[in-house]
T-cell receptor, first 106, second 114 residues
Framework: KNEVEQSPQNLTAQEGEFITINCSYS?????LHWLQQHPGGGIVSLFMLSSGKKKHGRLIATINIQEKHSSLHITASHPRDSAVYIC????????FGTGTSLTVIP | GAVVSQHPSRVICKSGTSVKIECRSLDFQATTMFWYRQFPKQSLMLMATSNEGSKATYEQGVEKDKFLINHASLTLSTLTVTSAHPEDSSFYIC??????????FGQGTRLTVV
């Protein structure tokens, strides 16, 4: 069993839709990270959070420490949001989810 | 955010040759560098952790004699894939360890061994 589980694996949405990606983890963590991986492979950090909720533009990340669960929301999705979104947790080391491939159709 | 420069971004090499991948932290000193490998449709897998001035720590199943890691300075870590084989074709990416802070990654290196 993976330490970090993400769902869904693949997601296709129409432009403008509200998107939610879920992440559950089974290890003790000091922080949870949401990452965005572009088709070329480069990875960008979107959020690091250890409690509560963070918002950056159209992106919102929440975490429930007791339930060991986090969600990434994208409001008013746009084709440029198409990418792979990866949930990772950090403690003694990083553990990565397998990613959610998001395609936003115009 | 931190700037991490990884080169080359893509490399094609023949079986049996060696390939060196460089990872530089441009605006901070990285005492620790994580090296990951990612196969298609899979998550990043930690290969090894390099520490400046000391030997790298390899994850189980990763051959230290095949994947040579050097962390000679606080701003440069290198991964050399020796005697490369087609099964070594993968996406390799570095990430400096900065404790419990935001994660930063190099641009990654797409290695194809033919």
């Amino acid at each position: 069993k993976n330490e970090v589980e993400q769902s869904p694996q693949n997601l296709t949405a129409q432009e403008g839709e509200f998107i939610t990606i879920n992440c559950s983890y089974s290890v003790g963590i000091s922080a949870l990270h949401w990452l965005q991986q572009h088709p070329g492979g480069g990875i960008v950090s979107l959020f690091m959070l250890s409690s509560g909720k963070k918002k950056h533009g159209r992106l919102i990340a929440t975490i429930n420490i007791q339930e060991k669960h986090s969600s990434l929301h994208i409001t008013a999705s746009h084709p440029r949001d198409s990418a792979v979104y990866i949930c990772a947790v950090s403690g003694n080391q990083f553990y990565f989810g397998t990613g959610t491939s998001l395609t936003v159709i115009p | 955010g931190a700037v991490v420069s990884q080169h080359p971004s893509r490399v094609i090499c023949k079986s049996g040759t060696s390939v060196k991948i460089e990872c530089r932290s441009l605006d901070f000193q990285a005492t620790t560098m994580f090296w990951y490998r990612q196969f298609p449709k899979q998550s990043l897998m930690l290969m090894a952790t390099s520490n400046e001035g000391s030997k790298a720590t390899y994850e189980q199943g990763v051959e230290k004699d095949k994947f040579l890691i050097n962390h000679a300075s606080l701003t440069l870590s290198t991964l050399t894939v020796t005697s490369a084989h087609p099964e070594d074709s993968s996406f390799y990416i570095c990430s400096p360890g900065r404790g419990n802070t935001e994660a930063f990654f190099g641009q990654g290196t797409r290695l194809t061994v033919v």
